[in-house]
């Protein structure tokens, strides 16, 4: 049974920078990619970045670029999202996902990211 297990949302301040952290198991750690991607009230949910394991790929969202940095622990199937000089417009629920054998996905639980003074 493949779980992912997410830490280190909360609430920080316009400017201010949080570490989100991301471990599945039960999923096999080669030959994925594993991203976050978040969902704010009312919109829809949205690729934020996502790193492949085989060459560590990484692709990011326009909005988040050079703010935010992807990164996974080698040969394991953990993530991490630094995310830095947060805004206001990033509050969302952030969610990890792996993806492996093209058709296999699975999500986490959610965590809370709030951007506010």
């Known amino acids: 049974q493949v779980q992912l297990v997410e830490s280190g949302g909360g609430l920080v301040q316009p400017g201010g920078s949080l570490r989100l952290s991301c471990a599945v198991s039960?999923?096999?750690?080669?030959?994925?990619?594993m991203g976050w991607y978040r969902q704010a009230p009312g919109k829809e949910r949205e690729l934020v970045a996502s790193?492949?394991?085989?060459?560590?790929?990484?692709n990011y969202a326009d909005a988040v670029k050079g703010r935010f940095t992807i990164s996974r622990v080698s040969g394991e199937n953990i993530v991490d999202l630094q995310m830095d000089n947060l805004a206001a417009e990033d509050t969302a629920v952030y969610y990890c996902?792996?993806?492996?054998?093209?058709?296999?996905?699975?999500w986490g639980q959610g965590t809370q990211v709030t951007v506010s003074s």
């Open positions: 996902n792996i993806i492996y054998g093209g058709i296999n996905s699975y």
């Open positions: 790193i492949g394991q085989t060459e560590g790929t990484t």
């Open positions: 039960g999923a096999p750690s080669r030959q994925n990619t």
